[in-house]
């Protein structure tokens, strides 16, 4: 069992993938992380941008290695040119992600969000902005992008409001 965490303003004790954009870094689904800390700084972002809303840190059991042998699972190990171009793909509205019921891999956050976006505007090469990224150890996210996973594999435990 992994322990995964979900930052947001409420507790979600029955997630949904159809929530949501289509045009984030791996697609419409559920999205988790192992990092604690990812977590919170997610809660505080959506916190944010509703007025101050709570931040609330949702805690789940993933049994990820069952649920990664069952269903299509893609990792993206580095900021490398596949996750690079993933995400660009992804944000500009293509569906690479319907191959996949699980994603699992680095964040387009705000310490690598300026090489992507320059990198999109045709502003940087892919090399140039392959070299930006590297200087940066990704963070982790898992977006789970099919409703059978959750049903079957992820279990609510606890959520947290934070000061």
Known sequence: MRTVYHGGIEEISSP???????????????????????????????SRYLFDAPKVINQYSFDFERAIKEFRYKKFEHYDSEWLNFIVASRSGKKLWHDYDIIEGGVANDRVIDTIEAYMADLMTEERALGELSKHQPNNQICILKQSVIDKYLQFEKSEILK
């Open 16 to 46: 949904l993938v159809n929530v949501g954009r289509t045009n984030l870094d791996f697609g419409r689904g559920f999205y988790v992380t192992d990092l604690r800390s990812q977590a919170k700084t997610w809660a505080g972002i959506k």
